[in-house]
């Protein structure tokens, strides 16, 4: 675990069932499958030995279909489930070898929680909402009363305070929710499918201010979707999961450019790459392209390796020449009209 690792866990299961270790031993010895350990054993595999690390300040994305696993996964990282098999280390802490006591003030120190069910209160005003985990931490009321009222002028909300839960809309009442998991300060932020209730204009709202939050206050964040268009506009890294198993990890780009299989493929093909794809995976050697055209053009646009597919096309149809791709004042790269309809239309790499 690196200093910039923030939460890793390592071959994580969980069987579902009356018999889960005789099932988990079945399954690692004899190589059942899923629907062969419910026929045996009457189990259901929910977790299937999953690792995976998130990086400090990073919006990692846990994504899939109904009944993938991505929410029984996400109730491991603070123990709301135990694991059948694993190991789970938050900011260096073994969560599996917390007691009773210590796992308590552990989630309340350490992780805020946002679920897709608002929970607020109804008897409590939208303040005293917010103060609920300062509250539990015993902290003075004046003080938790003072914090509570600046987080929820973070999220927008400020004047609204003195309000009931049933005296706001949808999408407030989740800025009220967010605000809660953030009022103790957390080290990580779980947040399952926060957004998935809400029409879709309140949700993209949400998103934006979502992405506005994290830039300010920087959380490590690990966020669960079914949208892969969510999980695109908002995560760093995104997993795709699959019958309880991680089949991909990667960025946006990484995962539409070059998904792990068949299903990957099928569940990003939808995905439109002119904001995901970035020049750098666009680009040809330099080396490869004088071989081929000559020195390269002198007065042709020049870019990051950052910019966007959406970009490259633009500057395509307002310049003749070639794109060079630079970096630190160094040409690493050139992107050709060819390269750049090859990549619209397979969606592949140049290699």
């Known amino acids: 675990m690196t200093d910039d690792t923030v939460i890793e866990i390592s071959d994580v299961w969980k069987i579902f069932g009356a018999k889960p270790e005789e099932a988990l031993r079945a399954v690692r010895e004899e190589g059942l499958t899923k629907a062969q350990v ?13 690792s995976l690390s998130v990086n400090r300040g990073e919006i990692f994305c846990i994504m899939g279909l109904s009944g993938s696993g991505k929410s029984t996964l996400v109730r491991h990282f603070n123990r709301l489930l135990e694991p059948t098999a694993g190991k789970i280390l938050i900011e260096g802490t073994d969560v599996m070898a917390l007691g009773t006591k210590a796992l308590q003030t552990f989630r309340n120190e350490k992780i805020g929680m ?11 005003s939208v303040l005293d909402n917010v103060a609920m985990p300062l509250e539990i931490r015993q902290v003075a009321k004046n003080e938790r009363m003072r914090q509570a009222a600046a987080i929820l002028d973070i999220v927008e909300l400020g004047a609204w305070g003195s309000k009931f839960a049933h005296e706001l809309s949808g999408g407030m009442q989740q800025r009220v929710g967010l605000a809660r998991a953030l009022a103790a300060n957390p080290d990580v932020l779980l947040m399952d499918e926060p957004f998935s209730a809400l029409d879709p204009l309140i949700r993209r709202q949400l998103q934006d201010e979502f992405i506005r939050l994290s830039k300010i206050l920087k959380k490590t964040t690990v966020f669960i979707t079914h949208d892969l268009d969510e999980a695109v506009r908002i995560g760093d890294r995104i997993a795709i999961m699959r019958d309880g198993k991680v089949v991909q990890i990667g960025t946006a780009e990484d995962i539409v450019m070059n998904p792990a ?3 990957v493929a099928e569940f990003v093909a939808g995905i439109s790459r002119l904001k995901v794809v970035r020049a750098h995976a666009v680009m040809q050697p330099v080396e490869r392209y004088v071989a081929k055209y000559g020195p390269l053009p002198a007065d042709g646009p020049r870019v990051s ?11 395509a149809v ?15 790269g050139v992107i050709t009209r060819a390269d750049l309809l090859n990549t619209v239309i397979e969606g592949t790499e140049v290699s």
């Open 318 to 332: 307002d310049h003749d020449d070639a794109i060079v791709v630079t970096q630190d004042g160094q040409d690493r």
């Open 305 to 315: 390796g950052e910019e966007t597919l959406s970009t490259l096309i633009g500057l």
């Open 38 to 50: 419910l026929e045996k054993y009457g189990a259901v595999v929910g977790v299937a030995d999953v």
């Open 114 to 124: 946002v679920f897709q069910n608002f929970a607020l209160m109804p008897h409590r």
């Open 261 to 263: 299989d068949d299903y």
